[in-house]
């Protein structure tokens, strides 16, 4: 399937996929509106990435490199990011599904690593995400990629997601969305559900008092006209 490709001056975060495929009306107040919150599970996640985000640290042992901090981009999903952690695995023989290291000997397969706070979720936020970092991963390093890792902190086990054609559509279908609302600059209405509880932007959402789209510009002209109003008075 050939894809659109984005230029330079229309790319977003590629973090931002989870929070797209969490809540439409989060990923806008944050990457639409700039706002953001925290709770403790924001700080916790933070705490964690730190331990994984340095991006001096570059080992190798035992025919396995691990590169951390990691930035990425993909021009057809139009998304920059940081990787937590790309493992390089050395293998014997050469396929599509392996690459080669300058200053390394041997063919390397290539598996993204993300790093979670806490345990395995029921929806896919975690699992588009790695996925997007793999599609960045296969067009910088012109590999296949069949699986990537999700680490999480509370459960301190690696969740194995397979990276296969359905979770490619998500994703393309996700990033789209996400650039048709930030060119339309609208912030939908929330869906309001349990999922609210735990989310750190709920006191800056107001999910239950959202009935209506509401244009990020609009709303900015609209206040300019009250202040000139006052004014005049």
Known sequence: ????????????????????????????????????????????????????????????????????????ISYTLGLRGIA???????????????????????????CPVEFKRGKPKKDDRDAVQLCAQAICLEEMTSVKIEYADLYYGETRHRQRIEIDEKLRSRVYYLSEKMHEMFKDGITPPAEVGKHCSICS?????????TKKYRSVSNYLKAALFDAESEDAE
């Open 1 to 72: 399937m050939i894809y659109k490709e984005y230029s330079e001056e229309e790319i977003l975060m590629l973090s931002g996929i989870q929070h797209f495929a969490f809540c439409k009306r989060q990923w806008a107040l944050i990457h639409i509106e700039q706002l953001w919150a925290e709770n403790v599970r924001t700080i916790e996640g933070q705490f964690l990435h730190k331990r994984s985000d340095d991006p001096f640290q570059d080992e190798t042992r035992k025919g396995l490199r691990n590169v951390r901090a990691m930035p990425l």
């Open 84 to 110: 937590d952690v790309v493992e390089f695995i050395r293998v014997e023989s050469d396929s599509q599904y392996t690459t080669t290291l300058k200053d390394r000997q041997g063919f390397w397969r290539v």
């Open 201 to 209: 932007m709920v006191e800056l959402c107001n999910p239950r008092l």
